[in-house]
Every structure is written in C-alpha cells, then in structure tokens.
C-alpha cells in the first residue's frame, strides 16, 4: 500500500526532507540540465525536485490514485498536477522527452507495468530517471522515511527492470549518504561528499538514467542442419566390391557444426 500524499508531504517539509530534496535534486539538475524546450512528466511524487528544470517547456506532475494528489505548483496560479492510474496513465503516446520516477517503484503493484507506460508515453530516444530505495542503505530500513516502504532495489535488478520494459541503461548514481536521523539533517552535504569516496554502497538511493530505443529488430537466427558438397575436401572412398567393378564411392558432404554461427542480435550495451 502506498504512502499518502499527506505524508509525502510532511516529509518534505522537514529537515530531512530537505536535504532529500537538495541531494536528490542536485542529480536531476546534473543530468538533464534546465530541460530547455522540453515536455517532462514527474511520475509518483517527484515535484519536489523540479525546481532546477525551470526552461521546460511544460511539466506535468501524475500521482498514483492510491496515494493521492495534491495541488501543483503550490502559488504558482494553475494546477499542472492530476491523478493518474500508474499502469494506464492518461496522455497519448510519445507525449514526453523526459521523465522522472520518484516513489513510483517500490510500492507499485506492477513495476514492470509501469514502466511499460512509462515507455509509451515518451518520445523516441526520450529519457527517464528512476530512482528507487537502495538495498544495502539505511533507508530501507527507516520506516519513518517514504524511502522505508515497499521495495528495495540493487543496482542490476533496476537495470534489469529497465531492460524488461524495453529502456535501455544509460548511466547510474547514487545519493543519500547521511543516515536518516533528523538531527544529523544540517550535515548531509558532507555524508554526501565523504560517503561517495569511502563507503559508497551504504547509498541510500539508487538512480538509473535510462533511454527509449526504437528500432527495426533482427530476429534471432536459429541453428539448422545443412548439407553442403565441397567439391576436392576428401577423396572417394573404394570398397573392396566397388574397387572390382573399377567405380568410386560417394563422396562425404560438409559437417554443418563446422560452418559459422548464425547472426544474433548483440545487446544494446552497457550503462556505465
């Protein structure tokens, strides 16, 4: 079951909270830039950290229906938010350039699902960044956090994910190395610096950059059997009879185990 939104909310609202939304922010803002002149989805609850993509040409906030929906921007005079069914979202396809996931994968119902949807409503070579609890960080397991609910990821089963709903892996981060103790709040920039040279698997979120490739596919060749003549490769064979009659033997066809192997369809490549 999903956190409510009046939680989410109050979370934000904190002081840990607010380092979330700096640290976590701070890696949006690294990869995507301003976002000048493109279309962006904010998937979950992401809002919190759209505030670096200020040259968008449109941001659009879908919350889950079990979670709830509130009102964004807050003063900003209209609402760009709406409630949204996170395995049938409501807009056409190849309608985004970018998007992003934010508690949108540890308590979905169908993660694969989502992320379906999420291939379909962006536009060809449009990216997405998914963020989710990391499995090996505290986070996980601080259940006064949203970060503490649903489930936690490894680095290869998110990827893993991305690859099952045909995105490809682009490049990976990780963020969140203070402890999720309100009190150490004020210090999660110099976590955040130390942890990444020292002990960066104790992360407490992963975010994956992934990308939208369509493309004509090859089928995969099958292996078959293939009886091939190779003229002058062996003698004929003589039998005592045939040697008699002064004829020759049939000659021996090509092994097809020795030819080359089919062509195959190589993967798309690796994430770095």
Not at 209 to 217: C, G, M, N, R, Y
């Amino acid at each position: 079951m999903r956190r409510d939104v009046v939680e989410l909310r109050r979370f934000y609202a904190g002081p840990l909270g607010h380092a979330v939304r700096e640290m976590v922010g701070r890696k949006v803002d690294e990869a995507w830039g301003y976002a000048t002149g493109l279309d962006v989805l904010a998937l979950g609850y992401a809002t919190p950290f759209l505030d670096g993509l200020s040259r968008a040409q449109r941001i659009v906030a879908a919350m889950p229906a079990q979670q709830g929906v509130e009102v964004w921007p807050v003063g900003g005079g209209g609402n760009l938010s709406c409630l949204a069914d996170e395995e049938a979202l409501p807009f056409p396809n190849a309608m985004f350039d970018r998007v992003l996931v934010v508690h949108g994968l540890e308590e979905a119902d169908d993660p694969l699902a989502l992320l379906r949807e999420v291939w379909r409503v962006l536009a060809p070579s449009g990216r997405v960044i998914l963020t989710a609890s990391a499995r090996s960080g505290l986070w996980a397991n601080a259940e006064g956090t949203p970060f503490g609910s649903g489930r936690p990821f490894t680095r290869g089963q998110l990827e893993q994910l991305a690859r099952d709903a045909e995105l490809e892996p682009l490049a990976w981060s990780r963020a969140l190395y203070a402890p999720p103790i309100e009190g150490l709040a004020r210090y999660a920039e110099g976590f955040e610096q130390v942890g990444a040279r020292l002990w960066p698997r104790f992360a407490g979120l992963i975010l994956l950059e992934a990308v939208k490739q369509t493309f004509a596919v090859k089928p995969k060749g099958l292996r078959a059997p293939a009886r091939v003549f190779v003229p002058g490769a062996l003698k004929p064979a003589r039998t005592p009879a045939l040697a008699r009659d002064g004829a020759s033997g049939p000659g021996k066809f090509g092994d097809p185990a020795a030819g080359g192997s089919p062509e195959a369809l190589g993967a798309f490549g690796q994430s770095s």
